[in-house]
């Protein structure tokens, strides 16, 4: 069998010019539009990475807000609870204070009116006490109780001690009025005599002497001049002793204040 070598170059050629064809006219398009293709897919996919990666960040970003947010709406929370908390035992400490407070200050009030109640009936009861013995005292005096009550008088004048003598020695000097001699009951001219001689021996000197009855001293005698004054009576046995019950009665009342300061009692005022 004989070989037509230009017929089987022919169709080479031929064959050559067909693959040159397709490949410009055919396969560089397709490839082309497959490359393009495949560009644009892979530029979507790259988008929609980067969107889901930025709707991840979001998610992530949204979750973060909410636990911030539910942080401090528990801070909060747990803030107020606590402040009520401190709020509620402020309340009740205040209360309890003020309960203790009340209930001391009652306390307290009956404390000191029972105190004063009693005060006032021991005061009372003294200024009673004292009132009798006191006009017991005038009602049992007699001319004989006077006659001892001067001579009482006068020997005080003469045995007082050096300061009263000097004092009154001063007062004597300096008044302009005379010197006034109280009693009990209307002194006889010999009483007077006798005192107005003691008077003038104890300061050696003839003094001007005025006598008075003043029946609210209880059989007693009193010299009064320029502010000084020397008096003897036995009411000041009755102010002793009367004294004498009040320091008693005060130290009874010690264990019933408590240790608490008690208020003084108003002492009798004192002519001077």
Same mark, same amino acid.
């Given at each position: 069998?004989?070989?037509?070598?230009?017929?089987?170059? %022919?169709?080479?050629?031929? #064959?050559?010019?067909?693959?040159?064809?397709?490949?410009?006219?055919?396969?560089? =398009?397709?490839?082309?539009?497959?490359?393009?293709?495949?560009?644009?897919?892979? %530029?979507?996919?790259?988008?929609?990475?980067?969107?889901? !990666?930025?709707?991840?960040? $979001?998610?992530?970003?949204?979750?973060?807000?909410?636990?911030?947010?539910?942080?401090?709406?528990?801070?909060?929370?747990?803030?107020?609870?606590?402040?009520?908390?401190?709020?509620?035992?402020?309340?009740?400490?205040?209360?309890?204070? &003020?309960?203790?407070?009340?209930?001391?200050?009652?306390?307290?009030?009956?404390?000191?009116?029972?105190?004063?109640?009693?005060? !006032?009936?021991?005061?009372?009861?003294?200024?009673?006490?004292? &009132?009798?013995?006191?006009?017991?005292?005038?009602?049992?005096?007699?001319?004989?109780?006077?006659?001892?009550?001067?001579?009482?008088?006068?020997?005080?004048?003469?045995?007082?001690?050096?300061?009263?003598? $000097?004092?009154?020695?001063?007062?004597?000097?300096?008044?302009?009025? +005379?010197?006034?001699?109280?009693?009990?009951?209307?002194?006889?001219?010999?009483?007077?005599?006798?005192?107005?001689?003691?008077?003038?021996?104890?300061?050696? &000197?003839?003094?001007?002497?005025? #006598?008075?009855?003043? =029946?609210?001293?209880?059989?007693?005698?009193?010299?009064?001049?320029?502010?000084?004054?020397?008096?003897?009576?036995?009411?000041?046995?009755?102010?002793?002793? $009367?004294?004498?019950?009040? $320091?008693?009665?005060?130290?009874?009342?010690? +264990?019933?204040?408590?240790?608490? +300061?008690? =208020?003084?009692?108003?002492? +009798?005022?004192?002519?001077?």
């Amino acid at each position: 069998m004989l070989i037509d070598w230009f017929t089987v170059g %022919a169709q080479a050629l031929n #064959f050559l010019i067909l693959v040159w064809l397709m490949k410009r006219f055919l396969y560089k =398009p397709i490839l082309h539009a497959i490359d393009e293709r495949e560009k644009r897919i892979v %530029a979507e996919l790259a988008n929609a990475d980067a969107k889901k !990666a930025e709707a991840q960040k $979001e998610s992530n970003e949204f979750q973060h807000k909410n636990e911030e947010f539910d942080q401090q709406r528990a801070a909060l929370l747990s803030k107020a609870t606590d402040e009520a908390k401190a709020e509620r035992q402020r309340l009740l400490d205040e209360a309890r204070k &003020a309960a203790v407070a009340l209930s001391f200050k009652r306390q307290e009030t009956l404390r000191n009116d029972a105190h004063n109640l009693n005060q !006032a009936i021991r005061r009372k009861t003294q200024q009673e006490v004292f &009132a009798i013995a006191r006009k017991a005292l005038m009602d049992l005096a007699a001319t004989s109780l006077e006659e001892r009550m001067s001579e009482v008088f006068t020997r005080r004048l003469r045995e007082m001690d050096d300061t009263i003598k $000097e004092g009154l020695a001063d007062a004597l000097k300096t008044a302009s009025d +005379p010197v006034l001699v109280r009693s009990a009951f209307d002194l006889p001219a010999e009483q007077r005599t006798a005192i107005q001689n003691a008077i003038n021996e104890t300061f050696s &000197a003839e003094i001007h002497v005025r #006598f008075e009855t003043a =029946p609210d001293l209880i059989s007693g005698i009193e010299l009064t001049t320029n502010g000084q004054k020397v008096a003897w009576s036995i009411a000041d046995y009755l102010t002793s002793m $009367e004294k004498g019950v009040d $320091e008693i009665l005060k130290e009874k009342d010690k +264990p019933i204040a408590k240790d608490e +300061p008690k =208020p003084e009692e108003p002492k +009798p005022e004192t002519k001077s």
